[in-house]
């Protein structure tokens, strides 16, 4: 079960000629942008990048926090302001036991459900679960 809490902090964004999905996590009362490292690692201070909102792209501006070393595909940015709304999402592993189900949301080849008000106007990622 995918709930509203994880739903509404997955976004859809671009970068050049590449799409992409980020996250937001709260930590220490701010708000970050996680996501692949491939698809930012140009970054080196800040940048614009895009965000799918109400059919459109629009301009982000971020400021990268951290690109994650060697072989670890995570990069982490900043906004100047919150992007989803605050919904509690602790970010840890505990309590996970071997075998239970994953979920991967995302928007693979720039696919997206679009629901409108439903999600604050951004698009639903699709979801895969790994059973």
């Given at each position: 079960m995918i709930t509203t809490n994880v739903i509404q902090r997955t976004f859809h964004i671009?970068?050049?000629n590449s799409t992409g999905t980020c996250f937001?996590?709260?930590v220490d009362g701010k708000q970050?942008?996680?996501t692949a490292k491939h698809l930012v690692e140009q970054i080196k201070n800040?940048?614009?990048i895009r965000i799918y909102h109400e059919n459109q792209w629009k301009d982000l501006q971020v400021?990268?926090?951290g690109h994650c070393e060697g072989n670890i595909d995570i990069s982490v940015m900043?906004?100047?302001?919150?992007?989803s709304p605050t919904f509690e999402l602790e970010p840890t592993?505990?309590?996970?036991?071997?075998g239970q189900d994953v979920y991967f949301l995302g928007f693979?080849?720039?696919?997206?459900?679009q629901v409108g008000e439903l999600n604050r106007d951004f698009p639903l990622p699709f979801v895969l679960a790994c059973t």
């Amino acid at each position: 079960m995918i709930t509203t809490n994880v739903i509404q902090r997955t976004f859809h964004i671009s970068i050049e000629n590449s799409t992409g999905t980020c996250f937001t996590i709260d930590v220490d009362g701010k708000q970050y942008l996680v996501t692949a490292k491939h698809l930012v690692e140009q970054i080196k201070n800040t940048a614009k990048i895009r965000i799918y909102h109400e059919n459109q792209w629009k301009d982000l501006q971020v400021t990268l926090v951290g690109h994650c070393e060697g072989n670890i595909d995570i990069s982490v940015m900043a906004a100047g302001f919150q992007l989803s709304p605050t919904f509690e999402l602790e970010p840890t592993s505990g309590g996970m036991i071997y075998g239970q189900d994953v979920y991967f949301l995302g928007f693979p080849y720039g696919m997206a459900g679009q629901v409108g008000e439903l999600n604050r106007d951004f698009p639903l990622p699709f979801v895969l679960a790994c059973t």
